[in-house]
């Protein structure tokens, strides 16, 4: 075998935590120069427009309703662009759905404002598996747009110190939040703890808003084995009643709150489960996946028996596998998701979401398929990823709805 030539001097000239540390600066500012270069720190998101008929589909009208009520001069007026096209803002959308819900041209209210109501409780969706790189983040800002984009109140909680969720709405977890600034300053166990209201923030996507996460969400696995020896038995030590304590003091405000989970099961992810009322996995079908996913579904019963002897109180409305980055054409991909459907009937979704440049393409720039718009992608690639989204999030809605009690 022949030498590799060293770039570098050997370790032992610097000290290893001496070269992790420059390492570590290094790619830091590499990417916080390639960051900026793509996305300014000035430039904050904007959320795109969306044409009539985009809107009248996410409405549940058709586009001819929206035409007769810009006529009319009937709620808000879109923009028109120079060759005639309408554009409304999702703002304007709804807007547009509060109007239709009260006035005859609808049909039932809550189609076309699918909100909560009366007894309906704060659904906590959790997406999780340990297993990383399965699709957790792409999943989580998925669905927390897609319902914004139909109507729910949405509240996005990012548990992952490496943040992916908050850099994908647009906050930067290097250099946007501060500290005591994430789901950490709700849960802690000191004087520093703030109300969640406190940390909370809007986005650029109307109906979306976003506690976002950085690494001092770590600080959580570190205080809870202190707070738990000090804190003897009494309930403000008991870190898994944290995140929905948390929630509590803002359900008011949401229809639904999506928990983007690490890829690892501390005592933040066991919490977050325990605040949540549904779970999606998210499952590449590849055996090795599995197999992790195996061993992911033992320690979690382990962990969350504990929970249930401790008198914590876990009851699912659902749980769901979901297949992601999913190739139809894949044999060894599709006996998996076989064998998985197989084994679980119908705890596995029934619609997978495929894998497709589209997606990962738009989230090289940060963004999702929801909001790159169509002309920016090849047509036949942007309608098929869709297509598979727009399904997977659908069967999503429908059990949150069927959680609601609705059909
Ligand atoms: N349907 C898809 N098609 C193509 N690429 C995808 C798809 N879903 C996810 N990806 C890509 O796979 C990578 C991992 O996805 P993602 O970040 O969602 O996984 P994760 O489970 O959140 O990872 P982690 O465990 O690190 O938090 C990302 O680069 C993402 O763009
Ligand atoms: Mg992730």
Known sequence: MSKVERASPPPSAKTVDQMIGEHASIISSQLQAISEAIFPPSASKILRRFTSGEAAKLIGVSDSTLRKMTLAGEGPQPEITSNGRRLYTLSQINELRHRLATSTRGRGSHDILPRRQGDDHLQVIAVTNFKGGS????????????????????????????????ALLGVLPETDVRS?????????????????????????????????????????????????????????????????????????????????????????????????????????????????????????????????????????????????????????????????????????????????????????????????????LTRSTYDRAMESLDAVNAEIESLIKQAWGRT
């Open 135 to 166: 699709g957790k983040t792409t999943t989580s800002v998925h669905l927390a747009q897609y319902l914004a984009l139909h109507g729910y109140r949405v509240l996005a909680v990012d548990l992952d110190p490496q943040a992916s969720l908050s």
């Open 180 to 376: 005591n600034e994430t789901l950490y300053a709700a849960i802690r166990y000191d004087e520093e703890r703030r109300p969640l209201s406190d940390v909370v923030r809007k986005t650029y996507f109307y109906g979306l808003d976003l506690v976002p996460g950085n690494l001092e969400l770590m600080e959580f696995e570190h205080t809870t084995p202190r707070a738990m020896m000090g804190g003897a038995r009494s309930g403000e030590s008991i870190f898994f009643t944290r995140v929905a304590k948390a929630l509590d003091e803002v359900a008011e405000d949401y229809d639904v709150v999506v928990i983007d989970c690490p890829p690892q099961l501390g005592y933040l992810t066991l919490s977050g489960l325990c605040a949540a009322t549904s779970m999606v996995v998210t499952v590449h079908p590849q055996m090795l996946d599995i197999a992790s996913m195996s061993q992911f579904l033992l320690m979690t019963h382990d962990l969350l028996a504990v929970v249930r002897d401790a008198g914590g109180e876990l009851r699912y409305d659902f749980i769901r596998y979901l297949l992601t980055r999913f190739e139809p054409q894949d044999a060894p991909q599709t006996k998996v998701a076989a064998l998985l459907r197989n084994l679980f009937d119908d705890h596995v979704m029934t619609n997978p979401m495929v894998k497709s440049a589209a997606v990962s393409d738009a989230g090289l720039t940060k963004q999702t398929l929801y909001e790159i718009g169509r002309e920016n």
